[in-house]
């Protein structure tokens, strides 16, 4: 049973767009939401995170939204560029100070076209 | 500071044959994770070590897959015997010990597993 679902599954826009992915989950016991940054031939990198406490997080031109009670959160890249093009990744897991196992969905691949 | 270290990166074997992957991470973190991605689907947790303990290995498929972290360093994980599904990247990642930076996972470049 998939515990976080991601879409769309592929996307494509052009330079200065605003792609925006979305995940949901089921689990409530999750308080901690990030996002994965994957370019091809590299391991996923951590790009943002958030906590339930907020309902938006910004870190550059990557901003999470966060819902709660629809248990619903996702990313937006302003002012996309080509250098954005990856696969992009949410996560959900509860959150501790000794780790847990992140819960992904399975991916978004974004094109940013020059 | 060097990251986390996978070999080998890729591998091609035969159904039947064992393979074992081998998970370098950042020095000083106790918290080691392995994870598989199958083709089209998502990123799948299969077992965590704090330091050479397993602290959850709930996503194991089957006892045909062994990990193991001896002195809480290094990591491998032995498939035996490779079936035709094992076929994936098999990613290690590494996190800091108690603390805010246990949930900051960083990742290795996988080991990409073909079973034919």
């Known amino acids: 049973q998939q515990q976080v679902k991601q879409s769309p599954q592929s996307l494509i826009v052009q330079k200065g767009g605003i792609p925006i992915i979305n995940c949901a989950y089921e689990?409530?016991?999750?308080?901690?939401f990030p996002w994965y940054q994957q370019f091809p031939g590299k391991g996923p990198a951590l790009l943002i995170a958030?906590?339930?406490?907020?309902s938006e997080k910004k870190e550059g031109r990557f901003t999470i939204s966060f819902n709660k009670s629809a248990k619903q959160f996702s990313l937006h890249i302003m002012d996309s560029q080509p250098g954005d093009s990856a696969t992009y990744f949410c996560?959900?897991?509860?959150?501790?100070?000794?780790?847990?196992?992140?819960?992904f969905g399975k991916g978004t691949s974004l094109l940013v076209t020059p | 500071e060097a990251g986390v270290t996978q070999f080998p990166s890729h591998s091609v074997i035969e159904k039947g044959q064992t393979v074992t992957l081998r998970c370098d991470p950042i020095?000083?973190?106790?918290?080691l994770y392995w994870y598989r991605r199958v083709m089209g689907k998502e990123i799948k947790f299969l077992l965590h070590?704090?330091?050479?303990?397993?602290?959850?290995e709930s996503g194991m498929p089957n006892n045909r897959f062994l990990a193991e972290r001896t002195g809480g360093t290094y990591s491998t994980l032995k498939v035996q015997p490779a079936e035709l599904e094992d076929s994936g990247v098999y990613f290690c990642?590494?996190?800091?010990?108690?603390?805010?930076?246990?949930?900051?996972?960083?990742f290795g470049a996988g080991s990409r597993l073909t079973v034919l």
């Open positions: 689990n409530t016991a999750f308080d901690y």
């Open positions: 996560a959900a897991s509860k959150d501790s100070n000794s780790g847990y196992a992140l819960n």
């Open positions: 020095s000083g973190h106790d918290n």
């Open positions: 958030i906590r339930p406490d907020v």
């Open positions: 990642a590494s996190s800091q010990g108690p603390g805010s930076g246990a949930n900051v996972l960083t």
């Open positions: 070590f704090v330091k050479e303990s397993k602290q959850d």
